[in-house]
T-cell receptor, first 108, second 111 residues
Framework: RKEVEQDPGPFNVPEGATVAFNCTYS??????FFWYRQDCRKEPKLLMS???SGNEDGRFTAQLNRASQYISLLIRDSKLSDSATYLC?????????FGAGTRLTVKP | DVKVTQSSRYLVKRTGEKVFLECVQD?????MFWYRQDPGLGLRLIYF???????EKGDIPEGYSVSREKKERFSLILESASTNQTSMYLC??????????FGPGTRLTVT
């Protein structure tokens, strides 16, 4: 079993849609959680950290479920510019473990 | 803003050559990392370093070595480049147990 797993997608959604991604992790000792966004042929960029209480940044909401060992990312009112690959990242013991990414395409 | 820079965006080398990839960060981060990213395989950790002159093997260290002589600089060395090392190489840095910041990547082609 991989340490961090994501549905690779692709998710194809119309503009304005709400879309959610999940990411499961295997190490229950994990302490830090993040979502990254990666555009084609570019480096991953930090989108948001995921806190135990959940957090929101504009149209983006991240949640953590420790009991079931997953984190989620919700994007509301999708824009064309949201098209990218979204990577989850989990920090169990100092080094980061990344999921392989979920590809999102937002269509007009 | 955190800035992580890598020495080259694109590099073409021949099989058997020794290849140096350099990474510099300007935020006084303790941790630095080297990954490679291939389609369908995601980010795979090659080596990381928690401090100057310190290094730890990641998941795929074979065929690579690293050097960290100064806190801000972390170098990846391909001792004898092979075609299966053609990939995108990404450097990252972070504070302890914190989010990582990535450089722009080096797309290496070995022919």
């Amino acid at each position: 079993r991989k340490e961090v797993e994501q549905d690779p997608g692709p998710f194809n959604v119309p503009e304005g849609a709400t879309v959610a991604f999940n990411c499961t992790y295997s190490n229950s000792a994990s302490q830090s959680f993040f979502w990254y966004r990666q555009d084609c042929r570019k480096e991953p960029k930090l989108l948001m950290s995921v806190y135990s209480s959940g957090n929101e940044d504009g149209r983006f909401t991240a949640q953590l479920n420790r009991a079931s060992q997953y984190i989620s990312l919700l994007i509301r009112d999708s824009k064309l510019s949201d098209s990218a690959t979204y990577l989850c990242a989990v920090n169990p013991e100092g080094d980061m473990r990344f999921g392989a990414g979920t590809r999102l395409t937002v269509k007009p | 803003d955190v800035k992580v820079t890598q020495s080259s965006r694109y590099l073409v080398k021949r099989t058997g050559e020794k290849v140096f990839l350099e990474c510099v960060q300007d935020m006084d981060h303790e941790n630095m990392f080297w990954y490679r990213q291939d389609p369908g395989l995601g980010l795979r950790l090659i080596y990381f370093s928690y401090d100057v002159k310190m290094k730890e093997k990641g998941d795929i260290p074979e065929g690579y070595s690293v050097s960290r002589e100064k806190k801000e600089r972390f170098s990846l060395i391909l001792e004898s480049a092979s075609t299966n090392q053609t990939s995108m190489y990404l450097c990252a840095s972070s504070l302890v147990r914190s989010e990582q910041y990535f450089g722009p990547g080096t797309r290496l082609t070995v022919t």
